[in-house]
């Protein structure tokens, strides 16, 4: 019913900037919660950020000042800046939806991969 979208991914130097997008589409009522969440080679997938549909914000420590999350109607950002390479991870985007009232499911894109490198 709803699918995500990703693009912006790709090659950058430290210190660069990448920004992502990830468009919804589908059968949604409202958002609830979209995020960006990444995961290394061999780690877990963790939460990069967050926006709920108040515009309430969070961020990861490691990405605080660095990383600024957006949403424009179906699409949300993520601005990436002062790139390092620990970034380096394929991100995924994520959206935890109302389809109706009473009826709220979560979506992930397919992941796209960062490489941050000189």
């Known amino acids: 019913q709803v699918q995500l979208v990703e693009s912006g991914g790709g090659l950058v130097q430290p210190g660069g900037s990448l920004r992502l997008s990830c468009a919804a589409s589908?059968?949604?009522?409202?958002?609830?919660?979209m995020g960006w969440y990444r995961q290394a080679p061999g780690k877990q997938r963790d939460v990069v950020a967050t926006?709920?549909?108040?515009?309430s914000t969070n961020y990861a420590e490691s990405v605080k000042g660095r990383f600024t999350i957006s949403r424009d109607k179906n699409t949300v950002y993520l601005q990436m800046n002062s790139l390092k390479p620990e970034d380096t991870a394929v991100y995924y985007c994520?959206?935890?939806?109302?389809?109706?009232?009473?009826?709220?499911?979560?979506?992930w894109g397919q992941g796209t991969q960062v490489t941050v490198s000189s």
């Open positions: 994520n959206a935890n939806i109302r389809l109706y009232v009473g009826l709220n499911r979560d979506y």
């Open positions: 926006i709920t549909s108040g515009g």
């Open positions: 589908g059968s949604i009522s409202s958002f609830n919660v």
